[in-house]
DNA sequence: CCTTTCGCAACAGTTAAAGTTTCGCGCCTT
DNA sequence: AAGGCGCGAAACTTTAACTGTTGCGAAAGG
């Protein structure tokens, strides 16, 4: 259970809106995720900054996204939270006189980048709108066994329920 | 929240040990790695109890490595300091009740278990001797190069220099 | 008996995300 | 033009895990 939950809250907001809201306040969007605005407002400044979404204030801003789902990745919110260090692991930060500790560095670092451009090459394949179909899939199931539309928080697929 | 530097320190010291020092108390391991003894026996505890190394009290005690380092892969390390989190980042702890959330979070994890048997896998194929092999050639073009026989810390190659 | 050395418990320090509070500043409505 | 809405930003506190530190107990050996 790591702890760096932004992706996943970014994500799931950009599909809520995607399907249900086309333009919510940080207070709502705020309400979907359980946090509060200022936390969604730092969140989204990376994916406005990115030319993601839009941001507008005043009577009737919010927020909206800038382009379709099938143009943003995963790794394209990755960056937009700021590149954090994937890793909880890792060799020591500043480089040691030590040989062995050199060598031992050098292994683990080696490692653990091959793992990263991996990952982030997986990041880079992957489309919110592929996440999206996931949704459906798993949304039309739903319905079919459960008889239930709703989706989470007040939230149905046919539009904002507030 | 710092990286977890234990591998990388638990490493170098298993290596210092079969080179240069057969027995180490912890507070002469605490010294190997700029520590203090009460953070080496945490550590080495969970090394014990996989029969990696033992631990001896009183006079003519400390630690010793309990098998080859060939018999030791950075899999066996990463399990013996209790298999932390790898990752940073992640989905939400908890399932959530909003499909949304379930499918952002399905994505994610499957990513990220990918990658992380990967990495898993990619430690147990790495033996710790196999680092010692890498320092010994870093050693000797060291040596070549600069004529300095000290690795660091104060300990040579050949023996104990306390 | 006394020193050495590990074992263990308890607490403070560090770091980055998350959560909160409180401003200011545009923008729409009236 | 006035007022409320909503973002922008700064300044905190809280949280979680490893790390660092202190103190006491127990075992081993001279």
Redesign the interface.
């Known amino acids: 259970?790591?702890?760096?939950?932004?992706?996943?809250?970014i994500?799931?907001v950009l599909?809520?809106m995607d399907?249900h809201v086309a333009r919510a306040t940080s207070d709502q969007i705020a309400g979907m995720i359980s946090t509060n605005p200022v936390v969604v407002r730092r969140m989204m400044a990376g994916l406005r900054d990115r030319g993601i979404v839009t941001s507008e204030k005043g009577h009737g801003g919010g927020w909206r996204l800038a382009r379709p789902l099938t143009e943003v990745t995963?790794r394209d919110v990755?960056e937009a939270v700021g590149a954090?260090?994937?890793?909880?692991?890792?060799?020591?930060?500043e480089p040691?006189?030590?040989?062995?500790?050199?060598?031992?560095?050098?292994?683990?670092d080696s490692?653990?980048r091959?793992?990263e451009a991996?990952?982030l090459t997986?990041?880079a394949a992957?489309r919110v709108e592929?996440?999206?179909q996931?949704?459906e899939r798993?949304?039309a199931d739903?319905v079919k066994t459960q008889g239930e539309r709703r989706?989470?928080?007040g939230h149905t697929p046919d539009g904002d329920a507030g």
């Open positions: 259970m790591p702890r760096d939950l932004r992706m996943s809250r994500l799931h599909i809520h399907r995963l990755y954090p260090v994937l890793f909880n692991v890792g060799p020591t930060a040691s006189d030590c040989l062995v500790e050199k060598a031992v560095d050098a292994r683990l490692a653990l091959e793992a991996r990952l997986q990041f992957i592929d996440v999206v996931d949704f798993d949304f739903h989706v989470c928080g």
